[in-house]
């Protein structure tokens, strides 16, 4: 057997209705008797901090809120919580919230206390010392954010930079689906199809692949998959809102450990230039990514094929093609723009987009194929 390392979150509770029922006792056993509850204001509008905030209080945990997280969060946001944070006396930190609110949320119980500076933790590694207890809390079932040791920052106009560190691994993540039933359709669809890239990319990985990762992401492609349409429908649909959080929760602790490629390289510079979102964006170039590495991900390809119909039959590169026409019709399928034209970006910009993806090694490493220059653009001009 293949030699490998796993590291992932130590506790995981997944419980329809957890958040009120047992935030504050969890809370509680990390010893946390005040706390910073990070989130954004679409999760305080739906009305979901006021549960969490209960279930603390009954446990005599004292809670501040902080509510000014956005989307892909740039630096000086994140400046701003972390300044506010130093102000507070806290001893635990709660992410409530998509991947940007528990983003933020890991370099807050990251550098309360810290003397590093957020410049001087960019990178692998580079994090030292200890951080606040963390409880990870998410309301999209997409960037498994609750279980990487990743944090994902926007530090230019269309550039975001990665903070990877062991110590971003969460003490507890708190898997409550009811908190997602409000998602609204497009988000679910849009985040839904980033858990499955993480799990496709983690099953294709070049590097720290391994036969757990492998188990975790066809499990979580599986579920993603099987439910995705559902869960896009019918919102209130709990069984099918459980198996979206629990499978994108699986697909991050597969790429926590076999981490992503080119579907995500490409992505970036759509989120940093035209602010689409990281799911979209996702969506939009991953069609054409598998295409483009079929000649080298043939086999591992037709194995998705068996994950997402394990009826099919047929020989290797016939289930291959078949994996990547399933994977258009389900974007297809959950009703979000699939062209970079009905998105505005306009045509003149793919060879900047195509530089601009190239930057990406970290992730390109990873890829089944080697990206040239002349390949990414012609993977945004068949995105077109
Ligand atoms: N750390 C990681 O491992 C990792 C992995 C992938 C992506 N990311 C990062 O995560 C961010 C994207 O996170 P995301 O896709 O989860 O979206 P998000 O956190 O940016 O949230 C998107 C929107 O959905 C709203 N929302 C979230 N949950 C809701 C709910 N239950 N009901 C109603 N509205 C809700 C939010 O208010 C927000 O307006 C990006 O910055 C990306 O780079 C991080
Ligand atoms: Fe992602």
Known sequence: MQDFSFSTVKTIINELGSCHRQLGTIAKSLAITRVLVVT??????????????????????????YTDVVADPPEIVVERALTFAREQQIDGVIGLGGGSSMDVAKV??????????????????NAKGTRLPLIQIPTTAGTG???TPISIITTGETTKQG??????????????????????????????????????????????????????????????SKHIVTAVEDGHNLIARSAMLYGAMLAGQAFANAPVAAVHALAYPLGGHYHISHGLSNSLV????????????????????????????????????YFIEAMQTLISAVK??????????????????????????????????????????????AAY
Do not use: W
């Open 145 to 147: 954010s609750e279980v």
């Open 336 to 381: 979000i723009p699939t062209t970079l034209r009905q998105l505005n970006v306009p045509e003149t910009d793919l060879p900047m987009l195509a530089k601009d993806a190239l930057l990406q090694q970290r992730l390109l490493m990873n890829n089944p194929r080697l990206v040239t220059e002349v390949d990414a653009l012609a993977i945004y001009q």
């Open 163 to 224: 903070i990877v560190s062991p110590l971003l691994i969460a003490d507890v993540a708190l898997l409550d689906a009811e908190l997602t039933v409000g998602l609204p359709s497009h988000v679910t669809a849009a985040t839904g199809i980033d858990a499955m890239v993480h799990a496709i990319e983690a099953y294709t990985s070049q590097h720290r692949k391994n036969p757990y990762s492998d188990l975790l992401a066809c499990e979580a492609l599986r579920l993603l």
């Open 40 to 65: 954004d204001a679409g999760i305080v509008q739906s009305g979901m901090i006021e549960p969490a905030l209960a279930s603390l209080t009954a446990m005599g945990v004292v809670s501040v809120v």
């Open 286 to 321: 991953l069609p054409h990514v598998l295409r483009f590495n079929l000649p080298n991900a043939v086999q591992a390809y037709a194995e998705l094929a068996h994950v997402v119909n394990p009826y099919a039959r047929a020989k290797p590169i016939t289930l291959a093609e």
């Open 108 to 125: 807050i119980a990251l550098l309360t206390k810290s003397s590093q500076s957020l410049q001087e933790v960019y990178g692998v590694g």
